[in-house]
């Protein structure tokens, strides 16, 4: 028995009918192969994890202790405090772990790292595994296990205990579904799309316009004219080149083409549809045809309420389910600041605090700390007069 809410347990041989190897790829109808590695390649849904990991790393996380009163106050001599705000492993910063924990989730819809414990039954350290190398196992007895192959292919199993998971959503409860596998024919049709055109600047000596003659010209002189055209004027490192016509030919400008249009539009119908994936305000992602100030200021609101809460609820109730023991969380509990998103406005910030001081339930005090201020004495009684 390990103190003090974890126990040892006979791994039993792994059930064969259950094995979750998490999104391995696939090639869909439109020929592209589809997997977390290329759909990265996709700027939109690059800007897209990244705007949700680095947000929530971002945000100050807490340990906090249930007080007799019914307050609460930040347990900063809890070790677990220390692990998850500055250091989770040798390797990483705070920042660094859940930016990529975070990462792993949204794009494979599961994230894991290994729980180091130490004789107290304290957590000491965090350390990420790569989603693609674990293999979860279901045991006779309804539990499960995590089967982690390493670089040199060896695995080794940790038991639901030693491991930290993050999912997003399941449909068995137990392995996240993946937002790149359940859009995956979408990806393929953008990463298709996005070959088409790389092909046609690298290989294409297509010019808006044709070149044209009232001169008979030989097959020779044909080929000699494609030949010196293809080598001067094709790809992108050639373009913008000014052409030296001879033999009265003239060059006649082409508007373009209903295929070029479509390209274009597919492309930027692409932004809304990866945005519908990750929930997220196609004004954030860099989408600005419908954008203004106003509605600008609601769809960062929206980004925040609808989109990142969810992503921050999911990780506060994992941490404390893998992290704090059933003892452990009737005295403690884990919690974001999301007033860290308003360090970077400070028109916003100077007014969230002036309307919590006026209203009473803040105090200036509480706005220096929040702000890294030193403590003056007595401030907080200056202003209770002052409003007096």
């Known amino acids: 028995m390990k103190w003090p809410w974890t126990k040892t347990e006979q791994r039993a041989a792994p059930d064969p009918s259950w094995s979750a190897l998490l999104n391995p790829g696939a090639v869909t109808t439109s020929g592209a192969y589809v997997d977390t590695r290329s759909a990265e390649g996709i700027s939109t849904v690059f800007a897209a994890v990244s705007l949700i990991a680095g947000t929530v790393a ?3 996380l807490h340990v906090y202790r249930r007080l007799p009163n019914g307050d609460r106050e930040k347990a900063t001599d ?13 390797a990483q910063t705070s920042f660094e772990w859940r930016e990529q924990a975070t990462a792993n989730c949204v794009l494979s819809g599961n994230a894991y790292s290994e729980i180091i414990w130490d004789g107290a039954g304290n957590v000491t350290a965090l350390k990420p595994l790569p989603p693609r190398n674990v293999t979860i196992v279901k045991l006779p007895n309804d539990r499960h296990r995590y089967d982690v192959t390493d670089s040199a292919g060896r695995v080794r199993s940790l038991l639901s205990e030693e491991v930290l998971h993050l999912r997003d959503r399941s449909d068995d409860g137990l392995v996240g579904k993946s937002r790149i596998t359940v859009a995956r024919e979408m990806l393929g049709g ?17 010019l808006s316009g044709v070149l044209q003659t009232p001169h008979q010209m030989t097959d020779e002189s044909i080929k000699r004219l494609a030949e010196s055209w293809q080598s001067q004027f094709s790809g992108a490192a050639n373009a913008g080149r000014t052409a030296i016509l001879e033999n009265g030919l003239e060059y006649a400008q082409l508007a373009m083409s209903n295929e070029d249009a479509q390209w274009l539009q597919s492309r930027q119908f692409s932004v809304e549809e990866v945005a519908r994936i990750f929930n997220i305000p196609p004004v954030l ?12 200021v609601e769809m960062m609101r929206h980004f925040v309420t609808v989109t990142l809460r969810p992503w921050l609820s999911r990780i506060e109730q994992a941490l404390e389910r893998a992290l704090l023991g059933p003892i452990a969380r009737q005295r403690y509990f884990i919690e974001f600041s999301a007033e860290g998103l308003l360090r970077g406005d400070s028109t916003n910030r100077a007014s969230f605090y002036q309307s919590g001081i006026a209203s009473g339930w803040l105090l200036p005090s509480e706005a220096r700390r929040l702000e890294n201020l030193p403590t003056v004495e007595g401030i907080d009684n200056a202003n209770a007069t002052t409003s007096a």
Do not use: C, K
């Not at 405090?81 to 040798?90: E, F, G, I, K, Y």
């Not at 992602?285 to 600008?296: E, I, P, Q, V, Y």
């Open 58 to 60: 971002s945000l100050p």
């Open 78 to 90: 809890y070790p677990l405090s220390d692990v998850l705000a500055a250091r989770p492993n040798a």
């Open 190 to 206: 953008v990463l298709a799309a996005q070959e088409h055109g790389n092909r046609t600047f690298a290989n294409g000596a297509r």
């Open 285 to 296: 992602l860099g989408d600005l045809r419908h954008a203004n100030f106003s509605n600008s």
